[in-house]
């Protein structure tokens, strides 16, 4: 028999996959409480039960995402066989891929969260975990003195990288290179400077 908690806890799982997909499909104007609701065939009022407003069900969206993100690097960082530039490299290529893949998610990822105060809460505790993850991989390659100058110069490029390719300026027929090897091409230049420095 499963309790009201299980019920519960199911009915909200329901209702953020469904807002994940209406997300994912049509960007954040598809997802309304009613829709989320209609698609994961629950009552209409269902939704209000879990999330006050559709801020919070979004930004909630948000703060799983970010949590999968450094989860992802965490993983990364923590194979010893993975030298600390490649290590960078996937973990900035993690984020890559989610723009790539969800640009919608990966635009709300970046967005300052709203909402009710306790989905505002786990999304800027899940983006500030994120942000540990990639501080401690850069400053695994650069050493502690110089990791947030680094961090914001390699964040905001890939940013500014995924961004460029969403909207189609970066092709590989006008600039004869992939988002890839410019990300490569970053940690090589950083690679570089912290053994230089």
Request: aromatic share 4%.
């Amino acid at each position: 028999m499963v309790s009201r908690a299980e019920s519960a806890a199911a009915t909200r799982r329901a209702l953020l996959d469904a807002a994940a997909e209406l997300l994912d499909g049509g960007g954040p104007e598809a997802v309304t409480l009613r829709a989320v609701g209609a698609r994961a065939g629950v009552s209409r009022g269902a939704p209000y039960g879990h999330f006050p407003d559709k801020d919070s069900l979004l930004t909630t969206i948000a703060a799983e995402a970010l949590d999968r993100l450094a989860d992802e690097v965490q993983a990364v960082r923590a194979d010893p066989r993975v030298p600390p530039a490649e290590t960078l490299q996937r973990g900035l290529t993690a984020l890559l891929t989610i723009g790539r893949r969800q640009p919608h998610l990966y635009r709300l990822m970046f967005t300052s969260p709203s909402g009710d105060p306790a989905a505002t809460r786990a999304a800027k505790a899940a983006a500030d975990r994120a942000m540990d993850e990639f501080l401690a991989i850069i400053g695994d390659l650069v050493g502690g003195r110089h990791t947030r100058r680094y961090a914001a110069l390699l964040l905001t490029s890939v940013h500014g990288i995924t961004d460029m390719e969403l909207s189609g300026h970066l092709s590989v027929d006008k600039w004869h290179l992939t988002a890839e090897e410019l990300v490569s091409t970053l940690v090589s230049m950083i690679d570089r400077q912290a053994k230089a420095g």
